[in-house]
């Protein structure tokens, strides 16, 4: 079946650094790939997405470029704010089975220190 | 304009009671979707509406669990003699179809089972 792999957090980072969460995934057919955001307290938030291979999903300067090749959708931001502080969920979905459901990985906590 | 809404915000039972949890789309949304996070299995699919076709309920946990969702719209998920197991937040979700558009998540429910 599907299945998304993040890498397990939380990950630390000083105000202005550069953040990579990587993401790797595996379906059946042409996944869509998503990045969610869930800030403190709020709801789960669409940031970026891509639909095929290369596209390139960017967002409040946050990026990811859909690779089928490494099969990996990898989030990038060149320079964090405390206000990035967040869990940020890789997610596809894939309509080989019928459907729209995403499967997300287990998510990655980000803190941005001053 | 408004979001996904949810109801109640938070939810407090004993073990072995039925609950049902609401969740009010967004207007003109034909697809319905609803997630289970918890800390020990992270995001998962529960059950998928699109219009009028049966639902997909592949990802509900057992028999206890159903869900209707009433002229299209509001959507109900009934947990059926509640486990302590069944504890976590449940989203609900929307999107303007059944393809790979962006859903649109609400705050949740908080399930808590003494």
Not at chain 1, 31 to 54: C, H, I, M, N, R
Request: glycine share 12%.
């Amino acid at each position: 079946g599907d299945s998304v792999t993040q890498m397990e957090g939380p990950v630390t980072l000083s105000e202005e650094a550069f953040l990579t969460i990587n993401c790797t995934y595996t379906a059946t057919g042409y996944p869509s790939l998503f990045w969610y955001v869930q800030y403190p307290g709020e709801g789960l938030q669409l940031l970026l997405k891509a639909t095929k291979a290369d596209d390139k999903g960017s967002n409040k300067g946050f990026e990811a470029t859909y690779r089928k090749e490494t099969t990996s959708f990898h989030l990038e931001k060149g320079s964090v704010q405390v206000s990035d502080s967040a869990v940020y969920f890789c997610a596809l979905s894939d309509r080989t089975g019928g459907g729209n459901k995403l499967t997300f990985g287990t998510g990655t906590q980000l803190k941005v220190e001053l | 304009g408004a979001g996904v809404s949810q109801s109640p915000s938070n939810k407090v039972t004993e073990k072995g009671k039925d609950v049902e949890l609401r969740c009010d789309p967004i207007s003109g949304h034909t697809a319905l979707y609803w997630y289970r996070q918890s800390l020990g299995q992270g995001l998962e699919f529960l059950i998928y509406f699109q219009g009028n076709s049966a639902p997909d309920k592949s990802g509900l946990p057992s028999d206890r669990f159903s869900a209707e969702r009433t002229g299209g719209s509001v959507s109900t998920l009934t947990i059926q003699r509640t486990q302590q197991e069944d504890s976590a937040v449940y989203l609900c979700a929307s999107s303007p179809k059944g393809d790979h558009g962006p859903q649109h998540f609400g705050d949740g429910t908080r399930l808590s089972i003494l």
